[in-house]
């Protein structure tokens, strides 16, 4: 593989931390950059087939491809173009992207497979078949989704952001464009970590991600004093998240009346979609989540174990209704009990009921509602 005699490869992650820890260095006094990925990292890009386009970045466009003719992948490349073109800020975020997205591995994260940064700067992933979630949402339209996709979707995408937050970074750019169907159509997975930052002590300072999505501390259009920065943390990916579920429930569009230009005005008066038709044991997930003070947000592992009670919950009352057993599958399914119980008549057999799940069942599991609950009501 060509390198260039700006490219520094090194073999481990010598500067690994300090390569997504600076935020905004903007300088781009010139257009050189040493690249600082590891050795392992990066393919021969020899070994990358690119087919058809199949999706479409700010800053980027993906293509089917296979890798060494076999594994087929998705391959991004960043600012379509020669690298030596491709301005010092979009290399700093490409390798920042490498970074973090090399540094996951989770089910619900789109797995890394390796990058390439000459001739074109690409990042290779595997191919996740299903689309974007926003347009697996469009082409359900209008129908709802079924309630347990949706749950089942949500829990994904928290089990992801909670693994995200426990290696300290922060999404910043959660939206359903970002949150790719897997080609059976039932899960997802977390796509596009370039907006991703490494959590400071002191908090993030730089506006980023999409408007509709954004936790109003982000999108807050109050002047700036010159040299102020704005500070938030890992709750703007929950606030992010709060909309992306309501979005799942309701199939709709968060914020659909309003220019897209003034949802930060409104969303930092407390505007919030409407919590009509929404069922009952989520609403307090939902306003949990999209809570104005960022510090009463839930943590992603809270949001995974109230997914994880609820989905129970309505999936064993749906095959409650759902499943019928005929008196032989009972026989079956008893049988050992049959031979036991050798004085009872052989047709004589009665099915365990089904546990009742109980109505508080939200309360119980999840304590920590009840101070929020005891705050509202
Ligand atoms: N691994 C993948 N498998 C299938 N499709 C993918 C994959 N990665 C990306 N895509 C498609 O390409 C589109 C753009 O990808 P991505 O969001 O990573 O680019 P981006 O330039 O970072 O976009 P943005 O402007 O949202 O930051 C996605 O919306 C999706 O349709």
Redesign the pocket.
């Known amino acids: 593989m060509a390198i260039s005699p700006t490219m520094m490869l090194n073999a481990n992650y010598p500067f690994f931390m300090s390569a997504f820890g600076s935020d905004d260095n903007n300088d781009e006094s010139d257009n050189q950059f040493d690249f600082n990925i590891s050795r392992e990292l990066l393919l021969n890009p020899k070994d990358i087939m690119r087919g058809e386009m ?7 466009i ?1 293509y089917k491809g296979r890798l060494k003719n076999i594994v087929p992948v ?1 391959v ?1 490349i960043v600012q379509p173009g020669k690298t030596s073109a491709v301005s010092i800020q979009d290399k700093q975020q490409f390798q920042k992207e490498v970074l973090v997205l090399s540094s996951m591995k989770h089910e619900n994260i ?1 797995r890394f497979v390796g990058a390439c940064i000459e001739p074109q700067l690409m990042i290779v ?5 299903g ?2 979630l926003q347009r697996f949402m469009l082409n359900s339209r209008p129908s709802p989704l079924d309630l347990k996709v949706s749950l089942s979707f949500a829990l994904d995408i928290s089990r992801a952001m909670e693994y995200l937050h426990s290696k300290g970074i922060i999404h910043r ?1 959660l939206n359903p ?2 949150v ?1 169907v897997t080609g059976d159509m039932k899960h997802v997975k977390l ?2 970590f ?2 991703a930052r490494e959590k400071t002590l002191g908090g993030m300072t730089c506006e980023a991600g999409t408007y509709r999505w954004m936790a109003p501390e982000v999108c807050s259009r109050e002047p700036l004093r010159i040299g102020e920065k704005k500070h938030y943390d890992q709750k703007i990916d929950v606030y992010s998240f709060a909309l992306i579920f309501w979005s799942l429930l309701t199939n709709k569009t968060p914020f659909s009346e309003i220019p897209s230009i003034s949802i930060p005005y409104f969303v930092n008066q407390g505007k919030r979609p409407s919590l009509s038709n929404i069922p009952d044991e989520v609403v307090p997930i939902l306003e949990c989540c999209w809570a104005a003070d960022s510090k009463t947000r839930l943590e992603f592992k809270d949001i995974t174990i109230s997914l994880e009670s609820l989905l129970k919950r309505f999936c064993s009352e749906r095959s409650n209704n759902e499943i019928t057993i005929t008196e032989d599958e009972a026989y079956d399914d008893e049988i050992e009990e049959l031979e036991t119980t050798w004085l009872l008549p052989k047709r004589y057999i009665k099915l365990k009921k089904p546990k009742k799940i109980k109505q508080n069942v939200m309360k119980k599991i999840l304590p920590f509602f009840k101070k929020f609950i005891s705050s509202k009501w």
């Open positions: 199949i999706g479409e970045g700010g800053n980027s993906v998705a991004k789109v992933t595997e191919l996740v078949r689309g974007t750019d464009r970002n790719l796509a596009d370039g907006l």
